[in-house]
């Protein structure tokens, strides 16, 4: 097996886990705007798709890459901006209840502190 | 000196993508976490365009134009009902990418391709195109085009498990030798009609499981992409997406009590629909109210649960509902909405509906923090939701739920349910929850009730 492979193959198993490890902490809350983020980001294929239709493999090569360039590009500039547009529309209630808060910015790491700041707060 | 730039500028993204992920998963670093991924991509496609295969930038600006103002003209005009509709196009978007790509990269270098690259943009080739047609069909689903109810005929799942494994098997022959050029348009088409076929039998409501899995098949793809052209920050991104969704997918098959291959070949609900609708169910008594009659008992509340589900986003009462929720507090009452999992179409879909109507998101809780709550609140008010409140999926070991995690609305002091009529809910199963007498059923459109509730409600509290 050739290094690249097998370096390759490393990096799959890293990132796998820590992807898991990761987006198994993001709050329910928030799983609209993950996979929009997943999206923009996998629209990294636009890597991929800018070197076929930049390079001189003939016609056919140029005009698929370019269609590739173009639906990527659509996922990275939307998928980034319908984010954003997304999180600014999540606001908290005014200082007021402070227990509350904490309480779900912590949601989803399911801790035993969360279980009894919630049985404090109530 | 380009040796160096181009993969350091490929660990930056990698990086930041993974910061840009612990980003969100707090409210007070969501947006930050968003700027480090954006500046992630910028670093990639950086790296990308210094490449020296690159010669000519006239098709690269070009599409780049033409897909920015598609991307940003989408993410401004969306209404965020149509997010899930949005979401399966944009993975129609990357795995068509991940497809045309697999397919430039094995006509540019055939028949000199080393087995483990064929193998890669096989896989590439497989995934990009089915995920492009099955997110298609899902759009198609969920944007009403084609019929949400599941189309299922005898046999069907071998036929599709046959078009799937010939696909692969070509994809096998086609990596053992590569010249065979015949085979590479086969296992595209094939993988393109299995894609369709897969869509065909899935059934509307379990679209938040198959929109997860295909973002899951798009992460993939593009991790195949990754090993075809030996890209570390492609590989890094893939498994991030392929990782989110397939998680995702577990959560929302966790929720229905249900599993992977029920979802894809059990055609739920399909059955026991025609079973339910029978009628004899109606005849039994329901105590029902007015918009008049409820005011006067939500007045009195000093906790109130609001259940919201997807017939909420149909009526787009989220706004009104909100407007309520605001007399409520303003009257002294502690008021807090209750999520499902699986309410909406997407994951998280009734969390953004929610915000956007300016509920604060500290006011919004998921099934497992609120469900000890109901005990100790005066009224729980159901809207637009059903299967996900059927006591039923506690006790009735027949009933198709059974098993399915629930909201437990049926413990609190009394139950308001605003719903259209009496039809039963998806599973096809009737909500014992309705014929209790501490249940009172508001019949009407979702919006309407509450402007009326709003209406009455105010009035109740000036007299």
Redesign the interface.
């Given at each position: 097996?050739?290094t690249?492979?097998e370096?390759?193959l490393y990096?799959?198993l890293l990132?796998?886990f820590?992807?898991?490890e990761?987006?198994?902490?993001?709050?329910?809350?928030?799983?609209?705007?993950?996979?929009?983020?997943?999206?923009?980001?996998?629209?990294?294929?636009?890597?991929?798709?800018?070197?076929?239709?930049?390079?001189?493999?003939g016609v056919?090569?140029?005009v698929?890459?370019?269609?590739?360039?173009?639906?990527?590009?659509?996922?990275?500039?939307?998928?980034?901006?319908?984010?954003?547009?997304?999180?600014?529309?999540?606001?908290?209630?005014e200082a007021r209840?402070p227990a509350?808060?904490a309480?779900?910015?912590a949601?989803?790491a399911g801790t035993s502190a969360v279980v009894a700041s919630?049985g404090a707060s109530? | 000196m380009n040796d160096y730039v181009i993969p350091l500028c490929y660990l930056a993204a990698g990086g930041l993508f993974i910061v840009g992920l612990k980003g969100i998963t707090q409210p007070k670093t969501a947006r930050r976490g968003l700027q480090a991924a954006e500046l992630g991509m910028l670093f990639a496609i950086v790296g990308t365009l210094l490449h020296k295969e690159i010669i000519d930038f006239t098709w690269i600006i070009i599409a780049f134009v033409v897909g920015s103002v598609i991307g940003a003209l989408m993410a401004v005009f969306v209404p965020m009902t149509a997010m899930p509709q949005r979401i399966a196009l944009s993975h129609a978007f990357g795995a068509l990418a991940a497809g045309l790509v697999g397919t430039a990269e094995y006509y540019n270098h055939q028949p000199e391709i080393g087995a483990f690259t064929m193998a890669a943009i096989t896989l590439e080739v497989l995934l990009g195109f089915l995920t492009f047609t099955g997110s298609l069909m899902a759009f198609g689903k969920l944007h009403e085009l084609l019929p949400g109810r599941p189309q299922v005929y005898p046999g069907q799942n071998y036929v599709n498990i046959s078009v799937l494994l010939v696909a692969v098997g070509a994809g096998v022959w086609l990596v053992v030798d590569p010249a065979q050029t015949w085979l590479f348009p086969v296992i595209a088409v094939l993988a393109a009609a299995f894609g369709v076929m897969l869509i065909i039998p899935i059934g509307g409501a379990d679209m938040p499981t198959v929109i997860s899995l295909l973002n899951s098949y798009a992460g993939l793809s593009a991790v195949a992409m990754g090993f075809a052209l030996d890209n570390k920050a492609l590989i890094i991104a893939g498994a991030l997406d392929g990782s989110a969704g397939f998680l995702l997918s577990v959560i929302m098959c966790r929720a229905m009590n249900r599993s992977f291959t029920n979802v894809l070949f059990g055609a739920f609900g399909q059955a026991d629909t025609s079973a339910a609708a029978g009628g004899a169910v109606e005849e039994r008594p329901v105590r029902s109210a007015t918009t008049e009659e409820a005011a006067m008992l939500l007045e009195t509340a000093r906790s109130v649960i609001i259940v919201p589900g997807y017939g909420l986003a149909v009526a787009q009462a989220q706004h009104r509902i909100r407007e309520l929720a605001d007399v409520l507090t303003r009257n002294g009452a502690e008021v807090r909405f209750a999520i499902h999992p699986v309410a909406g179409r997407m994951p998280g879909h009734m969390n953004v509906l929610l915000a956007e109507a300016d509920v604060p998101y500290d006011q919004i809780l998921d099934m497992d923090e609120i469900n000890a709550d109901f005990a100790q609140t005066d009224i729980a008010l159901v809207v637009g939701a059903n299967d996900v409140t059927n006591p039923a999926a506690r006790t009735d070991k027949n009933s198709p739920i059974y098993g399915m995690p629930i909201l437990d609305v049926d413990a609190a002091r009394t139950v308001m349910v605003v719903k259209r009529g009496m039809k039963a809910g998806f599973a096809g199963v009737e909500n014992e929850l309705y014929f209790q007498d501490k249940t009172l059923m508001i019949f009407g459109d979702a919006k309407k009730v509450a402007e009326g509730l709003v209406h009455d409600l105010e009035a109740t509290v000036r007299a």
């Open positions: 097996m050739s690249a492979i370096t390759g990096v799959f990132a796998t820590v992807g898991f990761v987006i198994r902490r993001v709050p329910p809350l928030f799983h609209t705007p993950l996979m929009s983020l997943t999206n923009a980001i996998a629209g990294i294929s636009l890597v991929g798709s800018l070197v076929i239709a930049g390079s001189d493999h056919t090569s140029t698929l890459g370019a269609i590739a360039v173009t639906a990527s590009t659509i996922n990275v500039v939307g998928g980034f901006l319908i984010t954003d547009r997304m999180l600014k529309m999540f606001k908290p209630r209840k509350t808060a309480k779900v910015a949601n989803g919630e109530r | -």
